[in-house]
């Protein structure tokens, strides 16, 4: 079964993960509850054939989990307190990295600003969202297109890493050109489209809540429901 | 003139937004050798001045670098690096607007000012090192561990480094906000393309 | 029906278009052509309202669409009656889907999600571009991208349309498809006009044509059309020709095809170029796996999309990876970049210095010489300008120019042409001869069977 979730749902797992598995104490006192929130994002990797991620993930997870338990045995030292932090950090944090990295990986431009719509998300926001995603792939493009021509008229790293403004200067003014460029281009085109600021508009893009929405809403309840308790209990 | 924000506005805080969030992505590279960290922000400062001051030219609005900071905040939400950075990302950027607003969006050091700051709106994705770490030490003392060895742990990182990042990343800023405004001069403005 | 009445167009006190009255019927297509930078797609920019909206201009007389003038309107509102495509495929997206793409101008009126799926299953069935629904728009190639333009016109239903050099960057097939999908609004009695170089798929659906020249315009209608006409029109305004080329043409000259996937398909000995056992393989599946060589001189590389043209330039200068050994008069090339010079076809990537004669200096030291050059390509009076602030072929000629004084044998070129007007062109064969002449290699990737034939030079067809 292909578990396919709205927007909002995933932003949601992704704040709440962040701020309860970072503030609270899940971790200490309820081991076994902290695994398995730790693997919903995985699931979902996994259920959506990122395997890839899901599996560095899963061994990032186990290898802090046990060098955790090694470290902190450890008489002190400071690169042993260095990693000890580094390992503690890792192990609150990465939760809602996979959760954060399934939002972006699965979500598809159209429905999440519709979502962001939905939730009364002025324009101010949702038009450059939706742009930001084009000129991320935009900027890829044309930075791969530049490193070509650069290599060709000879401006290789090792000939300007003796001067990294100038290497600074040719890789990326030429960027900042053709994209600030682009722009231009792109606000006529979108005018010509009839794009205007806070206008009402439809999308063909509409997603709805459904029961499986539900269903990871109700598992956030009982992590916030943990959260409380093992901080306040 | 009409003040309210309009397309092409909105479509010129997408580009500097997205190209903000690269820049300071590849700063945060650094931050692979762990005892580099505390220099990420001078280096992401670094790089995303000139970025920032190529989108000063094009700013005449207020709100534009507001929404810049919020925007490169966001992103980092949605990648699950919690709330914190929409904190720091709102007092940034307000900050910034404050000052830009003062030079009434014409006056190229105010500008380079207010983006010395408005940078600072990641430095909230530090903090959850600071509580997870404070936390993971309240667990350790319940768990009986001595003062002393925890102490000891809170000499490698101590609190107050997250104001010498906040410092660095504003000279760093200003530094890549310098090197912007000479790149300004010699590519930018020549080419016609600073209106 | 859309007339306009003395349109006057100038910037700062200069008048680019002068008294311009014109009238454009439903069902009707109008070419309008003429040189580079005479003003043409400023005509269409005065129509949709970019002028004077975004850009500014001082505009005198008026445009009137069912009598009422345009003038009044602002971009947002002219937008519910007519359609742009742009010169460039890549900076007119607004959305990374396809689907999305052609919704968005229906999504903006607020038209119900239902129907909005209708029409663009229904356009798109009609203008045959229904496979390329729900693809990402940075994956599709240039083609695919204005024919998703030229679709969104469609389904937006408006009355007016302008294509800005919709054909700059297309193949043969691709240009063919476009020809379709316009013959298709046609029918369907829009208004339609058309800034275009290129002007032989355009001939058979031709209701009017119009030459910008020095501010004024000069215009022929149907009823003079003749096949001699056309050829007396493109010879008094230098004009690129208005016959379709077939490569069958090129059978005269040396013309071979070059089957990619067979291994040693070309004979290799005694040539200035070889690229011996080339391989690429992509996705696990083979791209190309041959040998070629070339002499010196004009080389054509033709082909159908995707066969791997660039992918071979590409691997033979050394920017992508792959098997393969280049030798250059038999001795074997191992720095690639150090021996090839290429003009990509966006020039824009490929300059990096603050003025043209900054730019020129990464080449050679010599003050000599380098004045020498800027005098050849015209570039001498612009010598302290920003190069991003030249026009696109004032950009490529800077490009030329460094490659003549580069030294460097083997000089690559990807689709020169494109966007190119008549003068520009013969410019460029101009300097492709002085180079012949100078004995070096020249590889030449084109779609443009027109500047083929204006040129001498051997053609290989790339098939699989």
């Given at each position: 079964?292909?578990?396919?979730?709205?927007?909002?749902?995933?932003?949601?797992?992704?704040?709440?993960?962040?701020?309860?598995?970072?503030?609270?104490?899940?971790?200490?006192?309820?081991?076994?509850?902290?695994?398995?929130?730790?693997?919903?994002?995985?699931?979902?990797?996994?259920?959506?054939?990122?395997?890839?991620?899901?599996?560095?993930?899963?061994?990032?997870?186990?290898?802090?989990?046990i060098a955790d338990k090694f470290l902190i045995r450890l008489d002190y030292n400071p690169v042993g307190a260095i990693l000890l932090i580094i390992v503690m950090v890792i192990k609150k944090i990465l939760p809602a990295f996979l959760m954060g990295k399934y939002t972006i990986l699965t979500s598809n431009v159209g429905e999440s600003i519709y979502s962001l719509k939905k939730m009364k998300c002025p324009d101010e926001i949702a038009i450059p969202l939706t742009v930001m995603v084009r000129f991320f792939y935009a900027a890829r493009v044309d930075y791969s297109q530049i490193k070509k021509a650069m290599r060709l008229r000879g401006l290789t790293l090792k000939k300007l890493i003796k001067n990294p403004i100038l290497l600074f200067e040719y890789r990326f003014v030429p960027l900042l050109m053709c994209l600030s460029k682009a722009a231009d281009d792109l606000t006529v085109s979108a005018m010509t489209k009839g794009l205007a600021v806070n206008q009402k508009r439809t999308s063909i893009s509409e997603t709805y809540m459904g029961f499986v929405d539900f269903v990871f809403f109700l598992m956030m309840a009982w992590i916030i429901h943990l959260y409380v308790r093992g901080k306040y209990a | 003139m009409n003040k309210r924000l309009e397309v092409k506005d909105l479509i010129n805080i997408g580009l500097f937004s997205v190209l903000g969030f690269i820049f300071m992505m590849i700063g945060s590279f650094l931050a692979m050798v762990p005892v580099l960290m505390p220099l990420v922000p001078f280096a992401q400062g670094i790089l995303v001045g000139p970025v920032n001051m190529l989108y000063s030219t094009k700013?005449?609005?207020?709100?534009?670098?507001?929404?810049?900071?919020?925007?490169?905040?966001?992103?980092?939400?949605?990648?699950?690096?919690?709330?914190?950075?929409?904190?720091?990302?709102?007092?940034?950027g307000i900050i910034a607007e404050i000052i830009l607003k003062s030079g009434e969006y014409t006056d190229v050091n105010k500008a380079r000012l207010a983006f010395s700051i408005a940078p600072l709106c990641t430095l909230g994705n530090w903090l959850p090192i600071f509580i997870s770490r404070n936390e993971y030490i309240k667990q350790m003392l319940e768990q009986g561990y001595k003062q002393e060895f925890i102490d000891k742990m809170l000499s490698v990182m101590p609190n107050w480094i997250i104001v010498v990042m906040a410092i660095v990343g504003i000279i760093g800023s200003y530094i890549g906000c310098s090197i912007g405004m000479a790149f300004l001069k010699k590519h930018f403005q020549k080419a016609g393309m600073e209106k | 029906m859309l007339s306009l009445k003395d349109l006057t167009v100038s910037f700062d006190g200069e008048s680019i278009l002068k008294n311009i009255n014109m009238i454009f019927k439903p069902g009707e297509v109008t070419v309008i052509t003429g040189h580079s930078g005479t003003g043409k797609s400023t005509l269409l920019k005065v129509?949709?309202?970019?002028?004077?909206?975004?850009?500014?201009?001082?505009?005198?007389?008026?445009?009137?669409?069912?009598?009422?003038?345009?003038?009044?309107?602002?971009?947002?509102?002219?937008?519910?009656?007519?359609?742009?495509?742009?010169?460039?495929?890549?900076?007119?997206?607004?959305?990374?889907?396809?689907?999305?793409?052609?919704?968005?101008?229906?999504?903006?009126?607020?038209?119900?999600?239902?129907?909005?799926?209708?029409?663009?299953?229904?356009y798109s069935e009609v203008l045959g571009t229904k496979e390329l629904l729900d693809?990402?728009?940075?994956?599709?190639?240039?083609?695919?991208?204005?024919?998703?333009?030229?679709?969104?016109?469609?389904?937006?239903?408006?009355?007016?349309?302008?294509?800005?050099?919709?054909?700059?960057?297309?193949?043969?097939?691709?240009?063919?498809?476009l020809q379709k999908a316009i013959e298709e609004l046609k029918k369907r009695k829009k208004i339609i006009i058309i800034v275009e170089h290129r002007l032989f798929y355009l001939k058979d659906m031709l209701d009017k044509l119009c030459v910008i020249e020095n501010g004024t315009y000069k215009e022929y209608t149907k009823e003079h059309f003749c096949d001699a006409f056309f050829e007396q029109v493109s010879e008094k305004h230098n004009l690129r020709s208005f016959n379709a080329i077939f490569k069958n043409k090129f059978s005269s000259r040396k013309y071979k095809q070059v089957e990619v996937l067979r291994k040693n398909s070309s004979d290799l000995d005694c040539?200035?170029?070889?690229?011996?056992?080339?391989?690429?393989?992509?996705?696990?599946?083979?791209?190309?796996?041959?040998?070629?060589?070339?002499?010196?001189?004009?080389?054509?590389?033709?082909?159908?999309?995707?066969?791997?043209?660039?992918?071979?330039?590409?691997?033979?200068?050394?920017?992508?990876?792959?098997?393969?050994?280049?030798?250059?008069?038999?001795?074997k090339v191992k720095k690639r970049y150090k021996n090839i010079f290429a003009v990509m076809q966006d020039v824009n990537y490929q300059l990096f210095t603050e003025s043209v004669w900054q730019e020129i200096?990464?080449?050679?030291?010599?003050?000599?010489?380098?004045?020498?050059?800027?005098?050849?390509?015209?570039?001498?009076?612009?010598?302290?300008?920003?190069?991003?602030?030249?026009?696109?072929?004032?950009?490529?000629?800077?490009?030329?120019?460094?490659?003549?004084?580069?030294?460097?044998?083997?000089?690559?070129?990807?689709?020169?042409?494109?966007?190119?007007?008549?003068r520009q062109m013969d410019i460029l064969i101009g300097f492709l001869n002085k180079m012949t002449e100078q004995g070096k290699i020249i590889i030449i990737i084109t779609h443009d069977y027109e500047f083929i034939d204006r040129c001498n030079g051997k053609v290989y067809e790339f098939v699989k």
């Open positions: 079964m292909i578990i396919k979730l709205d927007f909002r749902t995933k932003l949601f797992m992704t704040i709440v993960l962040s701020y309860v598995m970072v503030l609270g104490n899940i971790q200490t006192k309820y081991f076994v509850q902290a695994i398995l929130i730790s693997v919903i994002p995985i699931v979902l990797l996994i259920n959506l054939k990122y395997k890839r991620v899901a599996i560095m993930g899963t061994f990032t997870l186990l290898f802090v989990y | 700013i005449k609005k207020s709100g534009m670098i507001f929404i810049q900071s919020l925007l490169i905040a966001l992103v980092y939400v949605a990648m699950g690096h919690g709330p914190w950075a929409l904190l720091t990302a709102v007092i940034a | 129509i949709n309202g970019i002028i004077p909206e975004y850009n500014s201009a001082e505009l005198e007389g008026d445009i009137l669409f069912e009598g009422e003038s345009l003038f009044d309107l602002t971009i947002l509102e002219r937008s519910k009656f007519i359609s742009t495509v742009f010169q460039n495929p890549k900076t007119q997206f607004y959305c990374i889907n396809s689907t999305d793409e052609l919704a968005f101008q229906l999504e903006n009126r607020n038209i119900d999600k239902n129907l909005i799926l209708d029409k663009i299953r229904y693809r990402n728009i940075f994956e599709l190639s240039g083609g695919e991208k204005q024919l998703i333009a030229v679709t969104a016109c469609g389904i937006s239903e408006n009355e007016i349309i302008l294509l800005d050099e919709p054909s700059s960057s297309l193949d043969q097939a691709a240009i063919e498809h040539k200035a170029l070889s690229c011996l056992n080339f391989k690429k393989e992509y996705e696990r599946k083979e791209i190309f796996d041959f040998s070629i060589a070339f002499e010196s001189g004009i080389n054509f590389i033709i082909g159908q999309n995707g066969v791997g043209k660039s992918t071979f330039i590409n691997l033979l200068m050394g920017l992508t990876r792959g098997k393969g050994e280049v030798f250059y008069n038999g001795v200096s990464t080449i050679t030291k010599d003050d000599e010489l380098k004045n020498e050059i800027l005098r050849t390509v015209n570039l001498f009076d612009k010598k302290e300008m920003h190069p991003n602030s030249l026009s696109g072929g004032e950009k490529q000629r800077l490009l030329l120019a460094m490659s003549m004084l580069s030294r460097k044998p083997i000089i690559i070129f990807d689709e020169p042409t494109s966007g190119l007007c008549k």
